[in-house]
């Protein structure tokens, strides 16, 4: 494609985005970088649609930068049980207490500034600083990937580095002139990848680039992005100890760093046997429920629960065991205080029914 012909492409973007954009998204009518960073994080691998409850919750408990940097981490795990990929919720956290200690609270004014604070990448930066800011930066999250790749026929594979960095450097060569509207063309870009140039059956004869799309002139736009390099899956199986006590059911936080790290779960095991071996040891045999799969990004996790319930008053139940010295007992109504990973507790919920 000629340069002449990229020139071109901004303009007819910007006037589609106006006409045939979003602009009721919550985070669209607002400059505050608080909650345009949020929604960044949140809508990172996280459809709009699931987005809309968890952000609207956020803001009414965390109503700015300052909150959520003094809210206990717990806490906000807790808010975003159910949303996955937890290191956003760490990282967020983190940020949100950077901004608060290293700039006065204030979100720092342009990309470079905002990609030294946890969790915030170069694209992500960008908008912040394109939406709030007016900083004439690109973006590049996967949406803006599949959409420049398609319609400029780039077939280098985004496995390598090096090919990533030349497509940072044509992202960049696409952008308008500052002053002829880089936001409408950013949010175009999000909107394009997101309602028109979706990963499968894109529907090109709604888009604003169809005539000049090399993908579409090849027949082929799913061939678009280029990467070789698959993510090796891999599976668990553990055993989960649901213990409980009337309404009180005994937790665990994971560790730090891992699967489902800072939530708090059922106690895990390697195996069913292990688990029936330390019920051996006090609170009796336990009642094996089917095994059910929860499938992650990277890892299928096969877990089957095995339910124990104590009898009112008992010893097990005054404090925490002493496998789990930092365990707690948890009733119903405090569950929703605690972060908890969404299949533990949908099959908490199911008891409840």
């Given at each position: ?206 888009c604003p680039w169809q005539a000049r799309c090399v993908a579409r002139q090849q027949g082929q736009p799913e061939a678009y992005p280029v990467k070789t390099r698959k993510l090796k899956r891999g599976q668990r199986a553990h055993a989960l100890l649901w213990l409980s006590c009337g309404d009180a059911v005994f937790l665990v936080q994971r560790p730090a760093t891992g699967v ?94």
């Open positions: 494609m000629s340069r002449d012909s990229e020139a071109g492409l901004a303009a007819l973007l910007i006037d589609w985005q106006r006409q045939h954009g979003r602009h009721s998204l919550p985070w669209q009518q607002t400059r505050d970088p608080y909650r345009v960073w949020l929604s960044e994080i949140m809508l990172q691998q996280t459809q709009v649609s699931t987005v809309l409850g968890y952000y609207a919750r956020f803001l009414a408990r965390f109503p700015d930068v300052a909150a959520l940097a003094a809210a206990p981490l717990d806490e906000v795990l807790a808010l975003w049980a159910g949303l996955g990929y937890y290191s956003r919720a760490r990282n967020l956290h983190r940020c949100a207490q950077a901004v608060v200690r290293d700039f006065g609270g204030q979100f720092p004014p342009s990309a470079a500034q905002l990609a030294t604070l946890p969790g915030i990448g170069r694209s992500t930066a960008a908008a912040v600083a394109a939406f709030c800011f007016g900083e004439r930066v690109a973006i590049l999250d996967g949406n803006v990937k599949r959409v420049l790749t398609r319609v400029l026929g780039f077939g280098e594979d985004l496995a390598q580095t090096a090919v990533e960095r030349r497509l940072w450097a044509v992202a960049e060569a696409q952008l308008p002139p500052a002053g002829a509207g880089v936001e409408a063309y950013t949010q175009g870009l999000m909107d394009l990848g997101a309602t028109v140039c979706t990963p499968r059956q894109p529907s090109c004869l709604l489902w790290a800072g939530l708090w779960t059922l106690p895990e095991f390697d195996d069913v046997a292990g688990l029936q071996a330390w019920l051996a040891t006090g609170p009796g045999e336990g009642e094996v429920l089917p095994r059910f799969t929860h499938v992650l990004t990277h890892l299928d996790l096969l877990l089957t629960p095995v339910r124990v319930r104590l009898p009112a008053g008992s010893a097990l139940a005054q404090g925490p065991l002493l496998r789990w010295p930092e365990g707690r007992w948890v009733s119903r109504a405090e569950l929703a205080n605690h972060g908890l990973p969404a299949p533990v507790r949908k099959l908490l919920d199911a008891a409840a029914d």
